[in-house]
């Protein structure tokens, strides 16, 4: 299984969380299987009940920064009345306007890293039910499946169902270049009848596709 499976499988058990994509990626590739051993339940239990726990103390943390915002907090609309010379009983002065804005900042840059990660574990989700329909639907071509599924663009109000229609589309459209108008889209056999297959013409074309995309952002940059 490749790097980039494995961290589509990893964000998909670990469901709902508060860790960036960065963050899982970055866990992922440093816990690696060996090459050629395939990652059994002994591994994805370690690596998810890991991934939970730090996103639980994540969160705990964040819980923290805002119950000590809360409490400490001291509207103050004038900027400040004496010079700083007064102090209340929680230990800030009159003029916490700075102090405020900073404590802002950072719940600000939080809650955008809440709201990212989400979104990201969203899409995560939503391209790899989609990508697991190869099999219901007997697709004739698995990789240009899982290819087309990476090159639909997603927005906010994507959902599996408008993916696996648009992936249809792009999934067909693709496999007619690279094969030709006899190739079958569907049924669960890549060899249609007077139909070449996998040519080196046909491989060109999508390896090509697939590198321009990579370079659009669309589709992960291979490693060297």
Do not use: C
Not at 15 to 31: A, C, D, F, P
Request: hydrophobic content about 30%; overall charge neutral.
């Amino acid at each position: 299984m490749e790097k980039e499976q494995i961290l589509s499988e990893m964000i998909a058990k670990i469901g709902k969380t508060s860790l960036s994509q960065r963050t899982i990626s970055g866990y992922v590739e440093g816990n690696l299987p060996a090459d050629g051993v395939e990652p059994d339940d002994a591994y994805w239990q370690k690596h998810v009940d890991f991934l939970k726990s730090l996103d639980g103390n994540f969160s705990h943390d964040v819980a923290s920064e805002v119950e000590k915002f809360k409490k400490n907090y001291k509207a103050d609309g004038s900027g400040g009345s004496d010079g700083g010379s007064n102090s209340g009983s929680n230990g800030y002065s009159g003029n916490t306007g700075g102090h405020d804005d900073t404590i802002l900042k950072r719940l600000e840059a939080m809650e955008e890293r809440f709201m990212e990660s989400e979104n990201q574990a969203k899409k995560e989700r939503i391209r790899k039910e989609v990508s697991d329909k190869a099999e219901s639907l007997k697709v004739s071509n698995k990789a240009l499946w899982k290819d087309a599924v990476m090159m639909v663009e997603l927005n906010d109000d994507t959902d599996a169902v408008k993916l696996l229609e648009e992936t249809k589309k792009v999934y067909e459209k693709k496999l007619k270049s690279y094969i030709g108008e006899g190739a079958a889209p569907f049924g669960g056999t890549q060899k249609q009848a007077g139909v070449p297959q996998d040519t080196e013409e046909a491989k060109a074309k999508r390896e090509a596709f697939k590198a321009r995309m990579a370079g659009m952002g669309r589709l992960p940059k291979r490693e060297k």
